[in-house]
């Protein structure tokens, strides 16, 4: 009986030492740590072992030694695997954290804008820019690699290069990131922008995927408010339908890109040219996309607001970017007039 009381006690022991061990173990890998590392990278190199790795960390003064951290992956955390990369440590930062952030395994990163409205050619520009490979590219070479379209081919089978379907928002990329892999991440980003139901709104448009995303690049350039775009839409549509020119400018712009020619002014040349984006002149839609349009253009084109405009001019009055709208020529006559007298204010200033 004295034996069994003596194997309860020891037991009782053992098991209080467990306890207290795990509790220490927990309480000290959930204890906060403060450094001055914060805004330096820290770079894990390829191969590193877990001990290697928690010595980068102590002397970078992220971990206070390196017992504690390699009980936990040794007791606690065995499937637990610390991979290679750069990071960033915010401080203060417990050592359980740190060691979670470790399971990313990803290089620096930088953030890429690509603003609403933007063209293959000014992102292109972008690409060369914070992208830089060994040996460079050129702009050229870049927009040779947009040119790559089975990347939205069953999107689009008409598509000749991928104008049009590099959505336009923030991109979180390693550094070193080849073009053609951004080019790709821009790409499905905008699959991933157009939900399977707009393919049923799409259709009831009478419209052609294409056309639709044509559409909606026409209405990000000639607007960048939100709550009219669905009605600078019906102005397209009702054009289209009566078969009147759209006389859209940025068409003319975006040819004078596409010949390389493009100073920051619309040209005489530039409006009187025969070119199939001509919109001017042509009847119908460009050939295809003339910039990557934002999610809220794309849904302007397939919904547009039920009217009977034909006609808008800037809202000089307003200040804000929006348009008037008309039905008839006299009212786009007057209003125009409007537009240009302030026009010529602003240029006389």
């Known amino acids: 009986m004295k034996y069994v009381r003596y194997l309860f006690l ?61 009980l936990y992956l040794r007791f606690q955390e065995k499937k637990l695997q610390l991979e290679a990369g750069d990071y960033l440590f915010p401080s203060p930062i417990s050592p359980k954290e740190a060691l ?10 930088k953030m890429l804008t690509i603003p609403e409205g933007w063209t293959r050619f000014e992102i292109a520009k972008r690409l060369v820019a914070q992208f830089p490979t060994v040996p460079a590219l050129t702009e050229k070479e870049v927009l040779k690699l947009m040119d790559n379209t089975e990347l939205i081919r069953e999107f689009d ?24 892999e951004v080019i790709r991440k821009m790409v499905q980003q905008f699959k991933s922008t157009w939900p399977s139901d707009w393919d049923n709104g799409v259709k009831e448009t009478g419209r052609t995927k294409r056309e639709i995303v044509t559409i909606a690049s026409l209405i990000e350039n000639e607007s960048k408010v939100d709550e009219e775009r669905a009605i600078i839409a019906s102005v397209i549509y009702n054009r289209l339908d009566q078969g009147i020119p759209l006389g859209i400018d940025a068409t003319n712009v975006y ?9 920051g002014i619309i040209h005489k040349s530039d409006v009187e040219i025969d070119h199939p984006y001509n919109t001017r002149k042509i009847q119908g839609l460009p050939p295809g996309p003339i910039c990557s349009p934002s999610a809220s253009a794309l849904q302007a084109a397939q919904n547009p607001e039920s009217t009977k405009y034909i006609y808008y001019v800037l809202n000089v009055k307003a200040g804000d970017g929006s348009h008037n709208f008309y039905s008839t020529a006299a009212g786009f006559s007057r209003g125009k007039a409007e537009y240009q007298r302030w026009l010529a204010k602003q240029r006389g200033n």
Do not use: C
């Open 157 to 180: 089978p008409q598509a000749t290069n991928l104008e049009g379907y590099l959505y336009p928002t923030t991109y979180d990329l390693e550094i070193g990131t080849h073009p053609k």
């Open 255 to 263: 040819i004078a890109k596409l010949l390389n020619r493009w100073d």
């Open 10 to 70: 020891l037991l009782s022991l053992v098991v209080l030492a467990i306890a207290g061990f795990y509790f220490w173990l927990q309480t000290s890998m959930n204890s906060l740590i403060e450094h001055d590392k914060s805004a330096t990278y820290i770079t894990i190199e390829q191969g590193s072992s877990a001990n290697q790795i928690l010595n980068v960390l102590e002397e970078n003064q992220i971990i206070k030694g390196t017992l504690t951290p390699k």
């Open 100 to 109: 979670n952030k470790l399971k990313n395994g990803r290089r620096r990163s």
